[in-house]
């Protein structure tokens, strides 16, 4: 039976491309830290700075999971095609790995071994399973073989295989976290592809320079950086301002007011438990108000002032102090603004069906699913080839000052010119942020 997989020597790598979606609320970004970076306590001048913990980089915590599915040594070269901050989340982020072929033949000489590729599938399968078992703090802290400890143990464990006792604890009824160890995963890998044997062209390349396949090469292997030519990214606020207490009274009926009836929503001003770290929580006290009605965030001005941002400019207002990116010019193709009444059916899904089936309900089972009248969701959506440094956040930060009246539609377009960081508006959080997705022409995986 032949092999699936390319033969070839055991000492050689073959690459390989991601898809990894995660949660990026509970890591330190994509980027790996390095072993004092991350999942430890962070001293300064023999003082606890910090406590990480069980907190982890995605990347840091994809080499663990590599440790265990292809061992120590037999992969490197991770590459991301976008590194995230802390905080923001990734629907469809790509990365690369070297991993070299697993042996199955053992000769005299280590040269000699000859190996099988790993299979995609078994990649994405079984990072995906050590990405669930080290999800919990309990996993992080100990390899999940040696979860049980000998002071835990009952007697019926005395004699069992490791495998067997991780299972009868996975299997107990009582067992703590047993859905944490099982299902709960803030990382997880989509799909995988060996990459493309092609080249692509060094554009740094010095023809008066003698050629090196390290400092000066004419071409460079596929890589996942360089290779993308699309990205996506959405970023989510929920708005909300306030309703004056002269107007809600007036709706008020005579008989609400004299049994002093009032009601008062906290909805309005506080973030909601089920999206406080995937939305930036906007709350206008002092509202602009028109003849008719309450007015909040002004999205046609929002859209009109990203259009400036549409094309190819110089983005060094936007640019994020510590970019390493040579030129600050960048080509975007969309920005987009879009807002809708907020019923927790946002990217998420919170309670969508529920939602959908009351607008069917004409009988009135359903309750009425309660939420503030003034509660909008408001997604801005960035598509362009490449970014800088904090360039999105900043971005939208910019958009929501034009929303809120602060900045008018054309003001964007003179701090473009002005190419000045000091000009433009601040920074908007991390947790508000989502790369959507990160294309590689016809290259699919």
């Not at 040594?73 to 995230?84: A, C, D, E, K, L």
């Not at 060094?202 to 396949?213: K, R, S």
């Not at 390290?214 to 306030?242: C, E, G, M, Q």
Request: proline content about 4%; charged content about 20%; aromatic content about 8%.
């Amino acid at each position: 039976m032949g092999h699936p997989y390319p033969i070839v020597s055991a000492r050689s790598f073959t690459r390989y491309a991601f898809a990894v979606q995660y949660h990026g609320g509970n890591c330190l970004g994509f980027t790996y830290q390095g072993p004092r970076g991350e999942n430890c306590i962070v001293y300064k001048n023999q003082t606890a700075q910090a406590d990480l913990r069980g907190v982890e980089s995605v990347e840091g915590r994809i080499r663990r999971a590599l440790d265990r599915l292809v061992g120590f040594g037999n992969y490197s070269n991770i590459q991301v095609s976008s590194r995230t901050d802390r905080g923001v989340h990734a629907w469809r982020n790509t990365f690369q790995v070297d991993i070299r072929p697993r042996s199955y033949s053992n000769s005299e000489t280590e040269a000699d071994q000859i190996g099988s590729a790993w299979c995609p599938k078994s990649l994405v399968n079984g990072l995906n399973f050590y990405l669930t078992r080290l999800s919990s703090y309990r996993a992080a802290s100990n390899d999940i073989e040696n979860n049980i400890n000998a002071s835990n143990r009952d007697v019926s464990q005395i004699g069992l295989t490791k495998r067997q006792r991780l299972q009868q604890s996975l299997n107990s009824a009582d067992g703590p976290h047993v859905h944490n160890l099982t299902l709960n995963n803030n990382i997880l890998i989509l799909s995988s592809a060996v990459a493309p044997a092609t080249s692509i062209p060094n554009q740094n390349y010095d023809p008066d320079v003698p050629e090196d396949a390290i400092t000066n090469s004419k071409n460079f292997p596929w890589d996942v950086r360089f290779t993308a030519t699309r990205r996506t990214y959405a970023y989510r606020i929920l708005h909300s301002y306030d309703i004056s207490n002269s107007r809600y009274e007036n709706e008020l009926d005579e008989q609400q007011l004299d049994t002093n009836i009032i009601r008062h929503s906290s909805a309005c001003y506080y973030s909601q438990p089920f999206e406080h770290d995937r939305v930036w929580r906007i709350h206008e006290k002092h509202t602009r108000q028109t003849e008719n009605n309450v007015k909040g965030l002004d999205i046609d001005a929002m859209n009109q002032a990203g259009q400036h941002f549409v094309g190819t400019h110089d983005f060094t207002s936007f640019r994020g102090k510590g970019c390493q990116r040579s030129s600050p010019i960048v080509t975007l193709e969309d920005v987009c603004v879009l807002e809708e009444k907020y019923h927790g059916n946002g990217a998420g899904g919170v309670l969508s069906a529920v939602w959908r089936r009351k607008l069917e309900d004409k009988v009135g089972i359903l309750p009425s699913l309660h939420t503030h009248e003034s509660l909008h969701l408001v997604t801005i959506v960035i598509t362009g080839k490449s970014f800088l440094y904090h360039q999105v956040r900043n971005m939208v930060a910019c958009l929501v000052d034009v929303g809120r009246g602060k900045l008018k539609p054309n003001d964007v377009k003179e701090i473009l010119d002005k190419r000045d960081r000091s000009c433009a508006s601040g920074m908007a959080p991390a947790q508000g942020l989502f790369l959507v997705d990160v294309e590689h022409g016809e290259f699919q995986f």
